[in-house]
């Protein structure tokens, strides 16, 4: 890659006139990007209605392995349009939103071709059925409760070549975003691929012992958020100036891994490190929307603690000057307040107005006084060597 590939960004980043220490939008250069993705849009729905019309007035059957070649092979084709145009967009002109559609469009029509001829090798080369497979289980006894044997009996009914499904989607997933994302060095694309990763790992472990995945699901969620959330701050640490695309990738690792170590740390705290039988029979009071739509009176409890993690993760936000992390927990952010103030027995207009009025002026407070509130919590941290490229200085240009 050269130079202007890798600090791409940085004269958008010139016309913004932004403070330094404002953290700058890795997906836009200018309005030309905007009016460029508007074509690629329209571009896309125009191909997949033309497929869909092709494969329509050529009457292919769709139950068959020609018709389904015939139409995942139009797939193919429109995926290899989009690299075409990526070549020349993200490739040459270094467009960043178009190509964030455009790799979408290319790693969602190659998954979905991939997964196809996995299947049709179940069927064909493997000579699995749906009926042979239903056999297997009709010859078990039905399991009285959930245990390690009773899911290894499950699992061990399933043949190898389908009980790897999961980690078959998973690289389905994770070899189109990895060949994008080595092609063109788009922010966005490794930002996928850290998500195509940890999904991949998620897979394997379901296959290998699909009994401790189902166990230790809570777990297993916050290590993968976790994981992610470390590679974002890997890689802003390797740009402590936030001026290449090392940050922008970082920009989206923690965009992606924000909901999900907000969700699981979330259902950590609510059932605990492990689930059990119990808590799949009782899932409204684990789970604070379910107990709130469920009227549940562990809805108020469930809001409380729900805070107290999105303080935290907003308390990270502020320390790595990254604002993903408190954006992905707005919405819960919102309803919790919502589930508190009903508690106290107002009504539905009320609740909803001191529901924004609560949430809208933390965030405005926030942003208002975002860097004077780093500045007091950085004040114990170095402001050089490796923390400081963790915890970037109030007055460093983090962007």
């Given at each position: 890659?050269?130079?202007?590939?890798?600090?791409?960004?940085?004269?958008?980043?010139?016309?913004?006139?932004?403070?330094?220490?404002?953290?700058?939008?890795?997906?836009?250069?200018?309005?030309?990007?905007?009016?460029?993705?508007?074509?690629?849009?329209?571009?896309?729905?125009?191909?997949?209605?033309?497929?869909?019309q092709l494969v329509e007035?050529?009457?292919?059957?769709?139950?068959?392995?020609?018709?389904?070649?015939?139409?995942?092979?139009?797939?193919?084709?429109?995926?290899?349009?989009?690299?075409?145009?990526?070549?020349?967009?993200?490739?040459?002109?270094?467009?960043?939103?178009?190509?964030?559609?455009?790799?979408?469009?290319?790693?969602?029509?190659?998954?979905?071709?991939?997964?196809?001829?996995?299947?049709?090798?179940?069927?064909?080369?493997?000579?699995?059925?749906?009926?042979?497979?239903?056999?297997?289980?009709?010859?078990?006894?039905?399991?009285?409760?959930?245990?390690?044997?009773?899911?290894?009996?499950?699992?061990?009914?399933?043949?190898?070549?389908?009980?790897?499904?999961?980690?078959?989607?998973?690289?389905?997933?994770?070899?189109?975003?990895?060949?994008?994302?080595?092609?063109?060095?788009?922010?966005?694309?490794?930002?996928?691929?850290?998500?195509?990763?940890?999904?991949?790992?998620?897979?394997?472990?379901?296959?290998?012992?699909?009994?401790?995945?189902?166990?230790?699901?809570?777990?297993?969620?916050?290590?993968?958020?976790?994981?992610?959330?470390?590679?974002?701050?890997?890689?802003?640490?390797?740009?402590?100036?936030?001026?290449?695309?090392?940050?922008?990738?970082?920009?989206?690792?923690?965009?992606f891994a924000a909901p999900?170590?907000l969700s699981a740390v979330?259902?950590?705290?609510?059932?605990?490190?492990?689930?059990?039988?119990?808590?799949?029979?009782?899932?409204?009071?684990?789970?604070?929307?379910?107990?709130?739509?469920?009227?549940?009176?562990?809805?108020?409890?469930?809001?409380?603690?729900?805070?107290?993690?999105?303080?935290?993760?907003?308390?990270?936000?502020?320390?790595?000057?990254?604002?993903?992390?408190?954006?992905?927990?707005?919405?819960?952010?919102?309803?919790?307040?919502?589930?508190?103030?009903?508690?106290?027995?107002?009504?539905?207009?009320?609740?909803?107005?001191?529901?924004?009025?609560?949430?809208?002026?933390?965030?405005?407070?926030?942003?208002?006084?975002?860097?004077?509130?780093?500045?007091?919590?950085?004040?114990?941290?170095?402001?050089?060597?490796?923390?400081?490229?963790?915890?970037?200085?109030?007055?460093?240009?983090?962007?």
């Open positions: 890659m050269t130079d202007a590939a890798i600090t791409m960004g940085n004269a958008g980043r010139d016309s913004t006139r932004a403070r330094p220490q404002d953290e700058l939008l890795p997906f836009l250069n200018n309005f030309h990007d905007i009016f460029t993705t508007i074509g690629v849009v329209l571009l896309g729905f125009g191909m997949a209605v033309g497929a869909a007035s050529t009457g292919a059957d769709l139950e068959t392995f020609s018709g389904q070649a015939f139409a995942f092979g139009l797939l193919a084709g429109i995926a290899v349009v989009f690299w075409l145009l990526s070549t020349v967009l993200v490739g040459r002109q270094r467009r960043i939103l178009p190509g964030i559609v455009m790799s979408l469009g290319f790693v969602g029509a190659m998954t979905g071709v991939l997964v196809w001829l996995y299947v049709r090798f179940l069927m064909d080369g493997a000579g699995l059925s749906e009926a042979s497979i239903e056999a297997r289980f009709d010859a078990m006894d039905e399991p009285d409760t959930f245990n390690r044997e009773t899911v290894g009996e499950i699992a061990g009914a399933l043949p190898l070549a389908l009980r790897i499904l999961p980690v078959v989607g998973a690289l389905a997933f994770l070899i189109p975003v990895a060949f994008y994302y080595f092609s063109f060095r788009l922010p966005f694309a490794g930002g996928l691929m850290g998500v195509a990763l940890t999904v991949l790992a998620g897979a394997v472990l379901l296959s290998v012992d699909p009994y401790i995945f189902a166990v230790y699901l809570p777990t297993v969620n916050v290590a993968l958020g976790g994981a992610l959330l470390l590679a974002g701050i890997v890689f802003d640490a390797r740009d402590p100036g936030r001026d290449t695309r090392l940050s922008g990738t970082a920009f989206w690792l923690h965009f999900i170590l979330l259902n950590l705290t609510q059932v605990g490190w492990t689930l059990s039988e119990g808590d799949f029979q009782n899932f409204a009071d684990n789970n604070l929307f379910a107990a709130m739509s469920s009227g549940s009176d562990a809805a108020t409890g469930l809001a409380i603690t729900a805070l107290i993690v999105i303080g935290v993760f907003a308390l990270v936000s502020l320390l790595i000057n990254r604002r993903a992390l408190i954006v992905s927990g707005l919405l819960t952010a919102g309803v919790s307040i919502g589930v508190i103030v009903n508690s106290a027995g107002l009504g539905a207009g009320a609740v909803i107005a001191v529901t924004l009025l609560t949430l809208g002026g933390i965030v405005v407070l926030l942003g208002a006084a975002w860097n004077p509130v780093r500045g007091l919590l950085l004040a114990p941290f170095p402001s050089e060597g490796p923390l400081a490229r963790i915890f970037p200085p109030a007055n460093a240009n983090e962007g």
